[in-house]
């Protein structure tokens, strides 16, 4: 198991950027494929991005493609989400999430349930 601690959000204006930053403690954070997901009110929590353990391979949800780039320090037990060129629609919660067995790219890459450990997530406010 891993315990996972969002941090970063806060109120931006559209155009903006926000760097969310997920820190990691217990065992083997580098065997971890780690995910990015966020959830609006009224809404279904909605996959964001995901990296592979050792950052060979990121996948991203095409609404955020081109604007979002994850990352990972396994030295620091982090992962962060550099958010570009904000829009309302991005307001949500965002949090971060990880698994072991998660194939990045795969078809469970961008489905919530297959992730079994998970932050308390972070806010994320873009104003119009």
Same mark, same amino acid.
């Given at each position: ?10 109120l931006v204006?559209?155009g903006?950027s926000?760097?969310l930053?997920c820190a ?9 494929t ?7 009110p009224g809404?279904?929590? $909605?996959f964001? !991005?995901a990296?592979?353990?050792?950052? =060979?391979s990121t /996948?991203? %949800? &095409?609404?955020?493609?081109g604007?979002?780039t994850v990352?990972?320090d396994?030295a620091?037990n982090?992962?962060?989400? $550099?958010?570009? !060129? ?5 307001? =949500?919660?965002? /949090?971060? %999430? &990880?698994?072991?067995?998660v194939?990045?790219?795969g078809?469970?890459?961008?489905q ?6 998970w932050g308390q997530?972070?806010?994320v406010?873009?104003?119009?």
């Amino acid at each position: 198991q891993v315990q996972l601690v969002e941090s970063g959000g806060g109120l931006v204006q559209a155009g903006g950027s926000l760097r969310l930053s997920c820190a990691a403690s217990g065992r083997a954070f580098s065997s971890y494929t780690m995910g990015w997901f966020r959830q609006a009110p009224g809404k279904e929590r $909605q996959f964001v !991005s995901a990296i592979t353990w050792n950052s =060979a391979s990121t /996948y991203y %949800a &095409a609404s955020v493609k081109g604007r979002f780039t994850v990352s990972r320090d396994n030295a620091k037990n982090r992962v962060y989400l $550099q958010m570009n !060129s904000l829009k309302p629609e991005d307001t =949500a919660v965002y /949090y971060c %999430a &990880a698994d072991m067995n998660v194939k990045v790219g795969g078809p469970t890459t961008a489905q919530a349930i297959r992730y079994d450990n998970w932050g308390q997530g972070t806010q994320v406010t873009v104003s119009s």
